[in-house]
């Protein structure tokens, strides 16, 4: 039952630091950061603690079970990011 | 107290890269930090407020992070002043240990089109500004009279766009969208969109994220366009294949993009994303009449990289509006070193390179955002951005490389004698009172969008 980050990610990546799993990628420390269209939750990894939601500027992170019908083609998109084989 | 403990730092500009910067210099543990964040408008928050979409509130949320910033202690805003006409560089450099400059880009890239002149072809800036109620864009007029409108480049602004034109008047009343906007586009007669990409699917430089956006909208339908049969721009790789990061992405988004190609909707209005096509010229002769397009093949070049390359082959688009959506660009400022052939201020990790060339610095002078890096990435980049600046200004304070502030001599204050400065409590008035017009239409927020009146509240 991961997070799932969406549209509105700003990137600002204030998520990345209160992640403790350290689950959200790429952040501003890896190579692909620059040139990300946005950052992604690894649903395999994600415990559910919701640290990222509070401190997202523009609540574009929502648990599973609470994702809209318009958000939710992004579940697949934050697993895409990580492989789907997983 | 040391003078190493103390530092002050004026800001230029007032949006994300600015926000940011001033943030991290006032979080600074163990350092008493003063920042003097200077805007030429009378309104804060740079494009969050007058770039980011209407529609898009969630992002223009980040206001909520940068007004806490601004209530830290330290912070003084200088609204209504203009740096290199009320103040310049040098009396900045009087009053601050350092200037920080994150003023963005004052200016839009133009494909130099012949017919850019005629009436209804217009930078996409001046529409983006037109509708975010920017005060220098509030007096442009867009003909919205025929039933097209032609959006060259195919960015997330382009989608912005595209978005904001085909949306009805009831959704527009949700947003904060300037009041002469909303009253013009209840109004158009626009029905279809067409937005243009000289290349193919796998180069779409919108993103993932807004493309589904783009699809959830109701009463608008989106289709794809311009795909030759053999297009293999989706990198040749199905998605699904356990792709990793960005190509899994890209795959997914080529993906997303054929599965809406060719297809027809029964919404009154729609998207058309139309690819591998080039304009040529704007055609028209006291008016827009419509855009000649050239359709494209991609050849790969040497280094295997697709290009568009014209086939010779081409096309009107019958259309009243055209809006080159092909980037922004930097300006010179007065008393900055600037690289003309990539319009940015030159600079090593945020500090300014000295205009006299080699690796001079320029002593205390720093800058973060689109005018350091150009105007890509989202708004959170310039988070990243600012931080690098901000340990460059803090390293330098700490070697003592930086001048301390001329206490002795005149004061901020002095030489902004001649400005009508507007500070935060005068914003706080202009922002209480657009909130307050909002709650009583029922909308999020209605912009005051003309000086008079914004000086007027501020100064009641």
Known sequence: MPHVITQNCCNDAACVSACPVDCIHPGPGEADYAHTEMLYIDPVTCIDCGACVDVCPVDAIAPDFALTPAMRPFEELNRLWFGSAR | MSPLDRLTVAVVGSGP?????????????????????FER?????????????????????????FQRT??????????????????????????????????????????????EQIPGSHPVRDFVGWYNGHPDHVDHSFDLSHERAVVIGNGNVALDVARILTSRRDRLWSTDIAAHALDVLAGSNVREVIVLGRRGLADAAFTTAELIGLQNLRDVDISVEGLSGDDDSGEGQEYGQGLRGAPAINAHKASLLRQLSGRDGTAPRRIVLRFLTSPAAILGDHRVAGLRVVRNELRRDSSGRAVAESTGETDVIDAGLVLQSVGYRGVQLAGLPFDDQKAVVPNDAGRVLSASGGQAFEPGTYVAGWIKRGPSGVMGTNKACA????????????????????VGGSSLADALSGSDVVDSSGWGKIDARELSLGREQGRPRVKLVERAEMLRTARS
Do not use: K
């Open chain 2, 17 to 37: 890269a600015a926000c940011y910067a001033a943030e991290e210099l006032l979080s600074t543990r163990g350092l008493d930090v003063q920042v003097n964040m």
């Open chain 2, 387 to 406: 931080r690098q600046t901000v340990a460059a200004v803090l390293a330098d304070h700490a070697a003592g490389a930086l001048q301390a502030p001329d």
């Open chain 2, 70 to 115: 601004a209530a830290r202690p330290g912070f003084r805003l200088h609204l209504n002043v203009e740096v290199g006409t009320d103040i310049t560089h040098s009396q900045l450099m009087d009053q601050h240990h350092a200037v920080l400059y994150a003023h963005g880009c004052a200016a839009s890239r133009s494909l130099d089109l012949p017919g």
């Open chain 2, 41 to 65: 408008l009378l309104a804060p928050w740079g494009l969050a407020r007058y770039g980011v979409a209407p529609d898009h509130l969630a992002t223009r949320e980040v206001i909520s992070t």
